[in-house]
T-cell receptor, first 114, second 112 residues
């Protein structure tokens, strides 16, 4: 079956520009996570969506970062006025729900800010 | 703030050798997961442990959750080149949270 997909796979942008990263979760999965991974290190939690509940935005590093999830499915992570320190791989994961242990990850979007 | 420290950070061994990766925290977790990630891909779940002292085996991989649920280990027996990758542990808190705290990662390279 189809897994989590993310687009674009790579994005190069100039400092100061806005970018949008997209995540298509597995159909039927109500939970969706965004993470950031720098230089092959561990994952940094950014934001969590669960069904129609208010998202947990506690991991967003600044107000330049925002995310939405339309219709409980596709999610978009937006970074405004990008900075070089935003360069990283942005990973999306979905799971069946709050009590599910397994997260299924997409391949990530590699963002490079020049 | 909950942190998960992994050791070692890097490990390069010969095929056939055994190795152990550690994941440590001062915090208690309700469950702990191990993932393997290959270049250009997202992490893939290997195992979830939920009970203190629990041991799970997956072929040549043995996972253990500490009695106090603050630490975990991953032991690989007779490592193969296919085991090469980034190993990540991830803990879920005890206060009903759904957030996972990921470890710092261990990059393993198994040489043929």
């Amino acid at each position: 079956g189809a897994g989590v997909s993310q687009s674009p796979s790579n994005k190069v942008t100039e400092k100061g520009k806005d970018v949008e990263l997209r995540c298509d979760p597995i159909s039927g999965h109500t939970a969706l996570y965004w993470y950031r991974q720098s230089l092959g290190q561990g994952l940094e939690f950014l934001i969590y969506f669960q069904g129609n509940s208010a998202p947990d935005k506690s991991g967003l590093p600044s107000d330049r970062f925002s995310a939405e999830r339309t219709g409980g499915s596709v999610s978009t992570l937006t970074i405004q006025r990008t900075q070089q320190e935003d360069s990283a791989v942005y990973l999306c994961a979905s799971s069946l729900g709050r009590e599910s242990y397994e997260q299924y990850f997409g391949p990530g979007t590699r963002l490079t800010v020049t | 703030t909950q942190l998960l420290e992994q050791s070692p950070q890097f490990l390069s061994i010969q095929e056939g050798e055994n190795l152990t990766v550690y994941c440590n925290s001062s915090s208690v977790f309700s469950s702990l997961q191990w993932y393997r990630q290959e270049p250009g891909e997202g992490p893939v779940l290997l195992v979830t442990v939920v009970t203190g002292g629990e041991v799970k085996k997956l072929k040549r991989l043995t996972f253990q959750f500490g009695d106090a649920r603050k630490d975990s280990s991953l032991h690989i027996t007779a490592a193969q080149p296919g085991d090469t990758g980034l190993y990540l542990c991830a803990g879920k808190g005890t206060s009903g949270t759904y957030k996972y705290i990921f470890g710092t990662g261990t990059r393993l390279k198994v040489l043929a």
